[in-house]
């Protein structure tokens, strides 16, 4: 399938799981990738194997919870490949798990720092670049089942999601008559390295019986941005292998 020819995304946490993952599907289907990560070294080995494959990617550092490193980030994509159509706001962090009333202010503020301002930043500037092009484009956030259930220890994290899927519904309302489609994919446990240690003792929460793949939410996120999905905005997809549904 070729169906992000001529087509410019960013992938912010490009880098590592599911955002390398997504990274590599969109390129392999035509498009030419920002990869972005808050780690630059990481973003420029998937941007490589990018390139190796004869596809269209370059890398940049950026840490979505700084609204400079964000507004860089969009318009190094526009400078270099001249638009923007595709955003995925993937980048995220699990954060220090914890009894709710231990979690130190700070490690709230970090995760929702990075996993609900980073979408926010993320969407802002996507939209700005969206507008200036006078492009239609689809925006994907990656937020997780944590944005539809509650996770014990992981407050903050489960919050940051459900933030994210209610920024996700204003912004559809606002942005679909301009052509402008904004969805969250929603996934469970993904054998990621944010997941890395907790893989035996979450795989019985999956009726599935096993995790996710990255490659499986990439797959899915591909199909949400393409033009197969005109349809879609304002929802969330779960990726979930049955997660919600016990
Ligand atoms: P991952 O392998 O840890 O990848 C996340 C990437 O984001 C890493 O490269 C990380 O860099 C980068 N990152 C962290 N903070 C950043 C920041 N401030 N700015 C830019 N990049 C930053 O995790 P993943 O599992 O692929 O997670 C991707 C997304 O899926 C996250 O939003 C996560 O919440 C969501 N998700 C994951 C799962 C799962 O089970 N894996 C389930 C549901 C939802 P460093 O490695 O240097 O920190």
């Known amino acids: 399938m070729i169906r992000f020819e001529g087509k410019v995304a960013i992938v912010t946490g ?3 799981g599911i955002g390398a993952a997504t990274a590599r599907r969109l390129a392999s289907e035509g498009a030419a990738v920002v990869v972005a990560d808050v780690d630059l070294g990481h973003a420029e080995a998937v941007a490589r194997e990018i390139v190796a494959a ?3 990617a370059i890398a940049a550092a950026a ?3 700084k609204e400079a490193d964000v507004v860089a980030l969009v318009d190094r994509a526009t400078c270099a490949f001249g638009a923007l159509d595709v955003m995925v706001n993937n980048a995220g962090i699990g954060g220090v798990q914890g009894d709710i009333d231990e979690v130190p202010l700070e490690v709230w503020q970090q995760v929702i720092g990075v996993n609900l301002t980073g979408v926010f930043l993320g969407l802002k500037h996507a ?6 092009g006078g492009r239609k484009g689809a ?3 990656v937020a997780s089942i944590l944005g539809h259930v509650g996770f014990a220890h992981a407050a903050a994290y489960t919050a940051s999601k459900h933030g994210v899927i209610g920024l996700t519904q204003a912004a559809a309302l606002e ?3 301009l052509g402008i489609r904004v969805v969250t994919v929603d996934p469970a446990f993904i054998r990621t390295p944010m997941i890395a240690g907790m ?3 979450v795989i019985p929460l999956h009726p599935i019986g096993r995790l996710g793949m990255p490659e499986e939410v990439a797959a899915f996120i591909a199909f949400l941005a393409s033009d197969e999905a005109t349809f879609l905005t304002g929802a969330s997809y779960l ?5 919600v549904a016990r």
């Open 14 to 16: 490009g880098g590592s």
């Open 54 to 56: 004869r596809r269209k």
């Open 63 to 65: 840490d979505v919870s």
């Open 127 to 132: 939209v700005r670049a969206m507008k200036a």
């Open 139 to 141: 925006i994907v956030n």
């Open 175 to 177: 942005l679909g008559p």
């Open 199 to 201: 893989e035996d003792g």
């Open 239 to 243: 990726v979930d292998g049955g997660y």
